[in-house]
Structures are given as structure tokens and as C-alpha cells.
């Protein structure tokens, strides 16, 4: 299933804003409204960029998504923000790209192994610097250091949200029956967000939008990545939520985009655990109401 990617921009202040896809020579096409992004698969695209210990995160981003938002909204040299790291796909992405990273998790766990991907990229030789702070990015302005506000040319991140979506399957073998779930828990502190009731949710993360919305820079852009998924049989509409944060956080939606985690052949997404072309061709584009499935 796809990934509801939705872009946000400031108000508009001035005549005029400027336009995404002023990137380097070497940045890619824009993409449209539907990211090719799985073409190559979650674990491959970590292999030896990322410590093995750091992919147990439940809920890590497909490092392609970071890498085709950060080639079209940002430029050399430039600074990307994510308030909910996680083990840091953004920044460690936008160093390789030769932008600078900074991002914040509140789980100590996440933000100790997020500083050995940092330590890897540096000594991978990417250009960009990246940047770990440990805490709560419901005060996210108090976090970042002074001399950044403003200067925050993208945020890119995603909320965590239905523990049950969360985690690795594993299964004893072919037709066994029972499945098994590791790497499923952020923490144990009911004080980081996935534990939080839908509304205290969204109250939090349209309190970090808050934040996000005054560290940018002017015509900068707020990109969030969320997927709807199912809770006792009925669907919660995370992307709704999304979008309705930014909006109350004082943001303008500026588009909602879909990002494959699965590979095209030709028009339509294949399935993403054989990566290969699925034989019964689905809807080729994507839905903010697509099902639920686990976050890799
Ligand atoms: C969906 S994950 C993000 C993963 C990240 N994009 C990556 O690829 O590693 C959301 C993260 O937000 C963190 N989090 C939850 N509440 C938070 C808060 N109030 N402030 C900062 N981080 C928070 C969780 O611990 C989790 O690691």
C-alpha cells in the first residue's frame, strides 16, 4: 500500500513563493502526484547505510521517499528537519545529498541509535553534518537551536499511530497458521505519542506542526508521510488527520501525493514482498483511503 505523502507550505506572505524542483542539475523530474519510490525494496535500500542494529524501529520511512522530497524541495547546502525521527532516514538521507540535518526523537533508545547512522553517513563521507536532539517536539521551537529558526528549508515526518500497525511479521514457516510480531513497541513511555489516544494525537502533532510551521524558512515546505489503517474493523483516517493538523497548526496544504512502497512494471504497483509485478492488476494510482498494512 501506498503512503499518503502531504506537502505543506507557510501562509503566503509575499507575491511570491518559490517553486519546488529548483534543486541541483542532478535532481530528478518531479514526479507528479504519485512517487515512484518502491522500485527498490525497504531492507535493500538500508543495506550497509544504516546499522543493523537501528532497523529493530517499528516504523521507519522508505529512505526513496526522503531522498525524491529533499532532491525537490531543498538545494545544496540547505537545512531539513524531522521532529519525530525516529532512527534519523531523514537526516542521514540528506547528508548524502549534501543537505544538513537535524531531527529530534523522544525515545532515548531511537535517538542513541540514530547517532551511529549519523556516525556511519560521516564516515560513508556524505557531505551534509546531521544533528540528534533528545526530546519532546511538542516544544520543538525550544529544541532547535536559535540560529536555525528559519533556515529550515523542509520537514519531513511521519506520526506514529495504531501500535498494531508497528513491528516485523514473523512466520514459523510456510502455512503454519500463527503469525508473530517482534520489534512492535517505539518504548515504554506512555508519554511518546503511538500511545496516545486519536485525539491526544492529534492535538500533539498539530502542536509540533506549530513548531514546524515557525522554524521554516519563507517558502519553505512541511512533508508528512502517513497511511490510514484499521482499528477493530473500522478505518482511522490518519492522512485526514494529517492534513487537519497542519491546517489548524496555521499551514496551507499545497498538495497530497501518494509514495509506492511497492514496485511498478509498467502502469501498475506490484507486490512488495516479492517486488515483483502482481498478476492482477490493481487501481495504478492511490487513495488517501487505501487499507492499512505494516510499516517496514
Ligand atoms: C513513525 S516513527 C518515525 C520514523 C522515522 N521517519 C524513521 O524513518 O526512522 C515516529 C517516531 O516519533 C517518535 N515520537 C513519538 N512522540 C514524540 C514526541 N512527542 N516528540 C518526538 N518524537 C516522538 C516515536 O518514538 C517514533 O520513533
Known amino acids: 500500500m501506498p503512503e499518503s505523502t502531504i506537502l505543506f507550505t507557510p501562509p503566503v506572505t509575499t507575491a511570491t513563493v518559490p517553486s519546488p524542483g529548483r534543486g541541483p542539475a542532478t535532481a530528478p523530474a518531479r514526479q507528479g502526484s504519485v512517487f515512484v519510490t518502491g522500485q527498490v525494496c525497504s531492507r535493500e535500500q538500508r543495506r550497509g547505510r544504516y546499522t543493523p542494529e537501528s532497523l529493530a524501529h ?20 540547505e537545512w531539513v528537519c524531522d521532529p519525530m525521527a525516529g532512527i534519523f532516514t531523514t537526516v542521514v538521507e540528506a547528508m548524502h545529498l549534501g543537505r544538513h540535518g537535524i531531527g529530534v526523537e523522544y525515545e532515548a533508545r531511537w535517538a542513541a541509535l540514530a547517532a551511529g547512522n549519523i556516525r556511519l553517513a560521516t564516515a560513508q563521507g556524505a ?8 526530546g519532546d517536539s511538542r516544544h520543538l521551537p525550544a529544541l532547535i537551536p536559535p540560529e536555525l529558526h528559519g533556515r529550515i528549508a523542509l520537514v519531513i515526518t511521519s506520526p506514529p499511530y495504531g501500535p498494531s500497525t508497528h513491528g516485523h511479521v514473523r512466520t514459523p514457516g510456510p502455512r503454519r497458521g500463527k503469525v508473530a510480531k517482534i520489534n512492535h513497541r517505539y518504548g515504554g513511555d506512555a508519554g511518546n505519542l503511538a500511545y496516545r489516544h486519536h485525539d491526544e494525537l492529534a492535538e500533539g502533532f498539530t502542536q509540533i506542526l506549530t513548531g514546524c510551521a515557525a522554524i521554516l524558512r519563507p517558502g519553505g515546505h512541511v512533508a508528512i508521510t502517513a497511511r490510514p ?14 492534513a487537519a493538523a497542519g491546517i489548524n497548526a496555521g499551514l496551507r496544504l499545497h498538495e497530497e501525493c501518494a509514495a509506492l512502497a511497492s514496485a511498478t512494471n509498467g ?24 487499507s492499512s498494512s505494516t510499516k517496514t
Open 127 to 134: 557531505a551534509g553534518t546531521g544533528e540528534v536532539v533528545h
Open 267 to 290: 502502469s501498475y504497483p506490484g507486490h512488495r514482498s516479492s517486488n515483483s509485478a502482481t498478476s492482477a492488476p490493481p487501481s495504478p494510482t492511490a487513495t488517501r483511503n487505501g
Open 229 to 242: 489503517y484499521r482499528r477493530h474493523g473500522e478505518l482511522v483516517d490518519i492522512p485526514g488527520m494529517v
Open 58 to 77: 517499528p516504523g521507519k520511512m522508505l529512505p526513496s521517499i526522503g531522498r525524491y522530497l529533499i532532491n525537490t524541495y531543498t538545494e545544496i547546502g
